[in-house]
């Protein structure tokens, strides 16, 4: 409500008329419609993704039934849903190399250390030295295009450990790789690059009030090691020490659960997996 006001030019300790109270309730309830439409989108282009590594190396190219199914789910023709796949199999390409193979590549890992009370899934790992273990961590972030979000910019300052840090989304991001390469690491893992893979595309809504992406573009790799952002690293130790939560602010008991995991024992960590992987 709040962004509303401030994006309408409202003035938040003013008495509003109905009018503007309809104003405000309109554009934030199209404000949560777009936001929803955005988490969905971007479940889709990773899976654009996952496609691309399941298909890499493989001669004959994507089926035509794979396309046709991608091209449904993504809203697209069939030349806008094959140009993103384009895009993606690049991107799994540069990764990979010239003498990479199928099984160097996880997608969508779930990664768990009990000690520490933590889980997330990686968006892709790729294996890069089997003998030595040492593998790199990609992370796909959508966004809409022309939104800074993604952008090395701080945009105000937050409480706590961002004071010091900045309050940009790489930094956020920074800190969320960094937690993954400390619970690979205690596993006996080396990684080496943490990456994100920006996609940027034009939000736009229909007159059928259906939003649709339109236009999704891969961008250069953003190396979290590089600049300010490898202090994403100082920033996840802090996280992790129970001293803050992911967005920065000082932890307190409502805070406390946020990293715990209800999976069972029984259930195969990235440890047996990645093993599996580098075994076979």
Do not use: C
């Amino acid at each position: 409500r709040g962004m509303a006001i401030r994006e309408l030019g409202y003035n938040e300790n003013d008495d509003f008329t109905a009018e503007q109270e309809d104003a405000i309730e309109e554009l934030v309830q199209e404000t949560k419609e777009k936001w929803d439409f955005q988490a969905q989108s971007g479940t889709d282009i990773h899976e654009v993704f996952e496609t691309a590594i399941k298909f890499y190396k493989n001669t004959r190219g994507l089926p035509i039934m794979e396309l046709r199914a991608m091209a449904r789910k993504l809203d697209m023709t069939e030349e806008q849903a094959k140009a993103l796949y384009d895009q993606a199999a690049a991107i799994i390409e540069k990764i990979g190399g010239t003498e990479g193979k199928r099984r160097d590549f996880l997608a969508e890992l779930i990664i768990l250390d009990k000690g520490l009370k933590v889980g997330g899934t990686a968006d892709i790992i790729h294996i890069k030295d089997k003998k030595n273990m040492i593998i790199d961590i990609y992370d796909i972030k959508t966004k809409e295009r022309g939104k800074a979000e993604t952008l090395d910019e701080t945009h105000g300052v937050l409480p706590g450990a961002y004071e010091r840090f900045g309050a940009s989304a790489n930094m956020r991001y920074s800190a969320q790789l960094a937690i993954y390469k400390k619970m690979l690491e205690r596993k006996g893992y080396t990684v080496d690059k943490r990456i994100i893979i920006p996609v940027e595309s034009d939000l736009v809504k229909g007159e059928d009030g259906v939003w649709k992406a339109k236009n999704p573009t891969v961008g250069e790799f953003i190396d979290l090691n590089e600049g300010n952002r490898a202090k994403g690293i100082e920033l996840a130790d802090m996280i992790l020490a129970g001293k803050l939560d992911q967005k920065g602010s000082p932890r307190n008991k409502s805070h406390m659960d946020i990293f715990k995991t209800d999976y069972q024992d029984e259930f195969m960590g990235p440890d047996e997996w990645l093993q599996n992987k580098t075994e076979n």
